[in-house]
């Protein structure tokens, strides 16, 4: 176990997430916006290359949050399109977040199935 | 003395308490989504080390793992209490992508299993793919035109 990746991805994951709260509390951004902000937002970084650093640096810190999500969308489309043109460029993104995004349907549609809500928003 | 001091207290705590609720958010932001984020980082290494996966199977590994953790805990009801404490710490991570996904399926179940939960998995995570994939695809055509 690498005890400085860990601390590195405490860090920049906490760092990642008071940016989301700080929109939060000062904008009145809601949570589905910051969502969708925050995984736009890791897709443009990604394309101008300055948020593979992050990930070097932070590891799971910067690919847990939302906008690593952003990230192996764009990575996983960019390296496609260099390598199948035009095609790549459609199916690259899904392809390299295919496994999160297929847990989320099974295991979010499996969880509502079972559990009944415990608290009324 | 001590009546004079809490009520000192108290007004200073008027006084202060919409700056310092914001940091006191962000301080518990930080703190819940540098943690899930250190457990996402654990998932990594035993993705690496112990089940000897490649560079890219790590990642996805990672967000199958961190989804089904932050989904379940939604589904036992644990979740929504970590958010309640951590606001942007437990909503940023992939984990709260999760949430979003099971939370309101959940809350509309009566309305039947297709419209209900069917429909509403993706009331939160559609926009979130809409955006996502969208802007991928944009950003994959613009890398062929500008290599």
């Known amino acids: ?121 | 003395m001590n009546q004079q001091k809490g009520r000192d207290y108290r007004e200073l705590v008027k006084q202060r308490s919409p700056k310092s609720k914001t940091v006191l958010m962000c301080f518990k932001a930080f703190l819940v989504g540098g943690l899930i984020c250190s457990i996402g980082q654990v998932v990594q290494f035993i993705g690496t080390s112990a089940l000897n996966l490649s560079e890219e199977d790590v990642a996805a590994f990672t967000a199958i793992v961190m989804v089904f953790l932050g989904a379940t805990l939604t589904g036992i009801g644990i979740y929504d209490k970590i958010g309640s404490f951590a606001g942007a710490g437990s909503v940023v991570p992939i984990t709260g992508f999760a949430n979003s996904i099971v939370a309101p399926a959940m809350e509309h179940k009566p309305e039947g299993y297709v419209m209900g939960v069917g429909a509403k998995l993706f009331s939160l995570a559609g926009p979130v793919l809409v955006y996502g994939i969208s802007s991928s695809i944009l950003v994959g055509l613009l890398a062929l035109i500008f290599p």
């Open chain 1, 1 to 121: 176990m690498d005890w400085m990746k860990l601390f590195l991805s405490f860090i920049i994951g906490g760092g990642i997430c008071v940016i989301g709260q700080l929109l939060i509390s000062l904008t009145k951004l809601t949570p589905a916006r910051i969502l969708v902000l925050f995984v736009t937002l890791g897709v443009f970084l990604t394309a101008l290359g300055l948020y593979k650093p992050l990930v070097d640096l932070g590891g799971a810190g910067a690919t847990v949050p939302l906008t690593g999500f952003g990230y192996s969308l764009a990575k996983g489309a960019i390296k496609a399109a260099k390598e199948d043109g035009v095609l790549g460029a459609f199916t690259g993104g899904i392809k390299s977040t295919a496994g999160g995004i297929a847990a989320a349907v099974f295991f979010g549609y499996l969880n509502a199935l079972l559990f009944k809500p415990k608290t009324k928003k």
